[in-house]
């Protein structure tokens, strides 16, 4: 809790600095080099050694050379420095479109090509839904939150099937991450982190070609229940 005080003001002023850096960056370089240079190398590793936290990764050397979509639950607000500093590629995020009037934040995820969605509006959700698609076909690896917000306890909750519409559409493999103690670090509502262990696992590629049969909402459900397998294999 002390080192969480202590450390906020440095992690604040870190994220500024990284998001004008990156902000510069994307003046002569693609977004997603820029991402993949500012979230992977600079930014992510210094917020967990400031707050003292060590990640366990468990990593997938199986993971598909294409674009892929990368599905994590969702517990906390270090789960987004956690999926970066994990992937080692340039990572594009589907977000609530709240925080695109977060000051430099939204404008640094804009500028960097991050997709915002209104779910609060269907047709609206579906547009932000199929642009994230055309990402993806175009070479950019995706990353989804797919219960849609914060979990309060830990459980999974339902997977919304945004995600694997367009995954099914376009054949996009879909790669689940596991993260657990990410919430004990950061409570959902919090602003000060604890140090402590988050592990993280990569899990085995899905592809919807493999599964024909599947609707969306079946797809979803199965990748739900195969983070869930992941989930309680870090328990034990």
């Known amino acids: 809790m002390i080192r969480g005080i202590i450390f906020l003001p440095l992690v604040l002023v870190w994220t500024l600095l990284t998001g004008v850096l990156g902000l510069l960056l994307r003046i002569f370089f693609k977004p997603e080099k820029c991402v993949y ?79 915002f969605v209104d779910r609060g509006n269907r047709e609206k959700a579906i547009q932000s839904m199929n642009e994230a698609a055309k990402k993806v076909v175009s070479g950019k690896n995706l990353v989804t939150f797919p219960e849609g917000t914060r979990s309060e306890n830990g459980a999974l909750l339902p997977f919304k099937k945004g995600s694997f519409v367009i995954a099914q559409n376009a054949n996009i493999p879909i790669v689940p991450i596991a993260i657990s103690g990410a919430e004990k670090a950061l409570k ?24 024909p049969d599947f609707t969306s909402a079946q797809l979803a459900n199965y990748a739900q229940m195969e983070l869930e397998k992941l989930i309680k294999a870090q328990q034990n």
């Not at 599905?71 to 956690?82: G, K, Y």
């Not at 080692?88 to 977000?95: D, E, K, S, T």
């Open 37 to 115: 240079w500012i979230a992977h190398f600079l930014w992510s590793p210094v917020v967990f050694g400031l707050y003292g936290i060590k990640l366990r990764i468990r990593k997938n050397e199986n993971l598909p050379d294409v674009p892929a979509i990368f599905i994590a639950n969702h517990t906390s607000q270090l789960d987004i420095p956690v999926v970066v500093y994990a992937i080692p590629r340039g990572l594009f995020f589907v977000a609530k479109k709240e925080l695109a009037k977060v000051p430099l934040l939204g404008q640094y995820m804009q500028a960097m090509g991050m997709i």
């Open 188 to 211: 959902k509502g919090g602003f000060i982190a604890h140090s402590g262990i988050i592990k993280v696992t990569i899990g085995e590629v899905i592809w919807p070609k493999e599964h």
